[in-house]
């Protein structure tokens, strides 16, 4: 007994007396100056847990250490309040062994209170890093990534595009008249290829501060939003709290027993228990334990949702491939504010879209959400809520009285305009219901809203099939662009909807998220110049740039009073008024010729008796009944 007591002590000394191992210290570097002074510094080391942490730098106290689970993670606690920029030396201490670590306090470029977000005055234009634009082909094969494969001729795996291919094609989004650009994510996601299927779409996150090599560095990430500000284009970061992907180091290792939601099955002694389970990203063998989402975000707002239905929305995972993130954790939801933060101050982004926001902890993200808006005041972030009502769409919005609890997001998004506007270009107007009475009926709704001009809306995404479908009905989509842009709305554009990009979901997402054509080396044609697209695609882009620098800086259509006339005789119209302003856009709703009956609409006309096109320039008579043709679109300013 004695000789195994020995053993055990001798065995406790030596690692006391091993030397330190720290891998990383997230965040990477932190900013002195916040309204919060509080910094979660997570430390990655073997056997670092047991490790004491000490500083002397002027200004910076440490609150405590808190030792989770897993021996190889250490959270150090501290107050910067008095902090000034320079480098911290942090010191670690396990046994006789000592450890010093450079850390870095930065200045900030500017206050959170002068970053402006983006605005119902910007259109943002979303893209997929991925399939825009190749910059170099250096980086399609990056030595230490898990096995993958670059394939153009697959559309579920990697193509190639990168931060460099969106850099070279900045002054395009100028020549568009586009203002915001939002991005796919870009962060690291570091899986492995399944078949022919791979994370190329950035919604698997394996390291939360590093951009994908594949798509660059984070000293390229800044340097495009350096230029694209320098250009009058803001950045739209998306981010996702809701899970990580699965080959984060977190799920190999897990720093607590709560760091994930219903990891049990991840168990050894679970695994040998598996089903097949069908999910939205395939088929996957799971373990006995493993809770799938319903994927139904009602109960989260439900008043009388029972336990189980949200106990499935919320903690259950999206795809057994992205581990579910327990926000509820205080330490997991504080990493995630703070990697919000960090990003907003060291490259500059001007908004973030939020990825599955209801499907995360409700309290959790509202505390994110109000510690963001405390140090950001004009900053915006957009919330996916994927549901088609607008009264579930309100009651996610900042301030909403649909709810007791403040979710604090600013701009929710407008899946109801989606879905009625998908609809109606199938129909015709009728007197009640069917065609352009869709989207009245909707509108309707918008006292529902806190803020109707911060939901954002939009036709189509990289989740949903093109609003051209597999057809070229650039008639449907010019109705359907104008309305976009004139409502009062926070509009979004879907990567060459300009060209008239089509594809649906039946076969695959890739169909949906086609390469832009002319944006990798090889392409046979490139429709980022006049030259290289056809001449339907020339008048679609031209009419859909006219119209998006008529609205730059146009407050009749930011800050003007929204009427909306019910569809009459097929004929539905929307206005805006601001300072003796008016804009009038007019869709025929029938497929075939119509008019619309001036009178109907002297309340918005008056006595004026003549109106400006916006699209050719022309002027236009209000004297009298205006001719339409069949499923025209005409936006008038007088």
């Known amino acids: 007994m004695k000789k195994i007591l020995t053993a055990l002590l001798l065995g406790t000394t030596l690692t006391m007396n091993a030397a330190i191992k720290i891998d990383r210290i997230e965040p990477t570097n932190w900013y002195v100056g916040m309204k919060d002074a509080s910094l979660q510094l997570m430390v990655y080391g073997k056997d670092i847990k047991s490790a004491e942490v000490t500083t002397d730098y002027p200004g910076v106290k440490i609150d405590s250490l808190v ?39 930065k200045a900030r470029e500017m206050a959170g209170a002068d970053r402006q977000g983006f605005t119902n005055a910007d259109v943002l234009y979303m893209l997929m890093p991925d399939r825009f634009a190749s910059g170099s082909t250096a980086n399609d094969q990056v030595k230490g990534m898990r096995a993958y494969t670059t394939n153009r001729n697959e559309p579920s795996l990697r193509h190639g595009g990168d931060l460099e291919g969106i850099r070279q094609h900045l002054d395009y989004f100028k020549e568009l008249g586009v203002t915001a650009l939002w991005f796919t994510p870009v962060l690291e996601n570091n899986s492995p290829d399944h078949g022919k299927s791979s994370t190329y779409h950035g919604y698997a996150t394996t390291d939360y501060y590093r951009v994908d ?63 097949s389970l069908n999910t939205v990203d395939g088929a996957a063998k799971v373990g006995d334990k493993y809770l799938q989402t319903s994927y139904k975000l009602t109960p989260v707002v439900d008043p009388y949702a029972s336990k189980v239905d949200l106990r499935e929305t919320v903690d259950g995972w999206f795809v057994p491939t992205m581990p579910d993130l327990n926000q509820r954790n205080p330490h997991v939801i504080k990493y995630l504010i703070q990697n919000s933060k960090w990003w907003i101050e060291t490259v500059g982004i001007d908004g973030i879209r939020m990825d599955t926001y209801p499907y995360a902890d409700r309290t959790a993200m509202a505390q994110w959400m109000k510690e963001l808006g405390e140090e950001y005041p004009n900053f915006n972030t957009v919330g996916e809520t994927w549901v088609t009502e607008p009264a579930y769409t309100a009651a996610w919005q900042k301030d909403s009285k649909l709810q007791t609890q403040n979710s604090y997001l600013p701009t929710v998004m407008d899946f109801a305009f989606y879905d009625r506007i998908n609809a109606a270009k199938h129909e015709e107007t009728d007197e009640w219901w069917n065609g352009l009475n869709r989207i009245y009926n909707s509108l309707v709704y918008d006292y529902l809203y806190e803020d109707p001009a911060h939901v954002m809306a939009f036709l189509d995404n990289h989740d949903t099939d093109r609003f051209l479908g597999n057809g070229k009905d650039s008639t449907a989509l010019r109705q359907a662009l104008a309305l976009l842009l004139t409502i009062n709305r926070i509009p979004q554009l879907y990567y060459g909807t300009e060209i008239l990009m089509n594809g649906t979901k039946e076969i695959t997402d890739g169909n949906v998220r086609k390469d832009f054509p002319g944006g990798f080396p090889g392409d046979a044609v490139n429709k980022f110049t006049a030259e290289g697209r056809t001449k339907a695609e020339n008048e679609m882009f031209n009419w859909l740039s006219r119209l998006l620098h008529w609205r730059q800086g146009n407050e009749v259509i930011t800050k003007g009073k929204q009427t909306q006339f019910i569809p009459y005789n097929g004929v539905y119209v929307i206005a805006r008024q601001y300072n003796g302003k008016t804009v009038m856009t007019i869709l025929n709703g029938k497929r075939s010729d119509n008019s619309l009956k001036v009178e109907r609409y002297a309340e918005i006309i008056g006595s004026t008796t003549s109106a400006t096109d916006v699209i050719t320039g022309q002027k236009v008579d209000l004297g009298s009944d205006i001719k339409l043709s069949q499923r025209q ?3 008038l300013e007088f």
């Open 633 to 635: 679109a005409l936006i």
């Open 213 to 275: 090599p594949r798509f660059g560095s984070n000293e390229e990430y800044r340097q495009l939003c350096a230029e694209a500000h320098q250009k009058g284009l803001k950045i739209v970061m998306d981010m996702i709290f809701n899970h990580s992907g699965f080959e984060h180091p977190w799920v190999a290792d897990m720093p607590s027993k709560d760091w994930f939601n219903t990891p049990e099955w991840l168990l050894p002694e679970n695994q040998a228990k598996t089903k």
């Open 67 to 105: 030792r989770l689970d897993s021996p190889n993670y250490l959270l150090v606690y501290m107050n910067i309040a008095d902090a000034q920029p320079g480098t911290m030396l942090l010191q670690f201490q396990q046994g006789k062994q000592k450890k010093k670590v450079s850390y870095e306090l």
